[in-house]
T-cell receptor
Framework: EDQVTQSPEALRLQEGESSSLNCSYT??????LFWYRQDPGKGPEFLFT???AGEEKEKERLKATLTKKESFLHITAPKPEDSATYLCAVQAVQGAQKLVFGQGTRLTINP | DTAVSQTPKYLVTQMGNDKSIKCEQN?????MYWYKQDSKKFLKIMFS???????INETVPNRFSPKSPDKAHLNLHINSLELGDSAVYFC??????????FGPGTRLTVL
């Protein structure tokens, strides 16, 4: 069964303090790994898709990387507006297009 | 312009009642989904329709019945509501296997 585990569950940083969030996965053939951001009371907002080991994607202060077993979301010099829950999900090659999500990392950036 | 919309945003009802949640997307996507997010923020797929055809039906009680009148709409009907059905329900859409675009969610509270 496809599975995604994210760590840590919660992370509190000072503004400007860089860090990384981890997403470990097991999947029977990876079609894609997805990162989403979710603000309280809202739906997940798409950030990145990664398809193969070694791939990297960047957007503003965020950079996502992928290996054969895990993905990292690196946050450089974060600002308070980066506070949110970050969700990781995988989509398998076989079967339909469902996403299997991790439990998320709740990130808080203090000013 | 709202890409994926859901109604209602909040739904409070008594145990045993029957209720429906509606979802519409104006992105021209061919696949739509229902996800359930529990109190621990864990997102799990329930159903998916591709061009009005059911393609994903996870282990969900048969009190839940999705209906897709056309490829822009996917509704969720729930019979005989139970306390454990309380959660946030998200609708999403995608074009083929590209990233999924989520709606704002419907918070269901069963009393």
């Amino acid at each position: 069964e496809d599975q995604v585990t994210q760590s840590p569950e919660a992370l509190r940083l000072q503004e400007g303090e860089s860090s990384s969030l981890n997403c470990s996965y097991t999947v029977s053939g990876l079609r894609g790994l997805f990162w989403y951001r979710q603000d309280p009371g809202k739906g997940p907002e798409f950030l990145f898709t990664l398809y193969s080991a070694g791939e990297e994607k960047e957007k503003e202060r965020l950079k996502a990387t992928l290996t054969k077993k895990e993905s990292f979301l690196h946050i450089t010099a974060p600002k308070p507006e980066d506070s949110a829950t970050y969700l990781c999900a995988v989509q398998a090659v076989q079967g339909a297009q469902k996403l299997v999500f991790g439990q998320g990392t709740r990130l808080t950036i203090n000013p | 312009d709202t890409a994926v919309s859901q109604t209602p945003k909040y739904l409070v009802t008594q145990m045993g009642n029957d209720k429906s949640i509606k979802c519409e997307q104006n992105l021209g996507h061919d696949t739509m989904y229902w996800y359930k997010q529990d109190s621990k923020k864990f997102l799990k797929i329930m159903f998916s329709y591709n061009n009005k055809e059911l393609i994903i039906n996870e282990t969900v009680p048969n009190r839940f019945s999705p209906k897709s009148p056309d490829k822009a709409h996917l509704n969720l009907h729930i019979n005989s509501l139970e306390l454990g059905d309380s959660a946030v329900y998200f609708c999403a859409s995608s074009q083929e296997r590209l990233f999924q675009f989520f709606g704002p969610g419907t918070r269901l509270t069963v009393l």
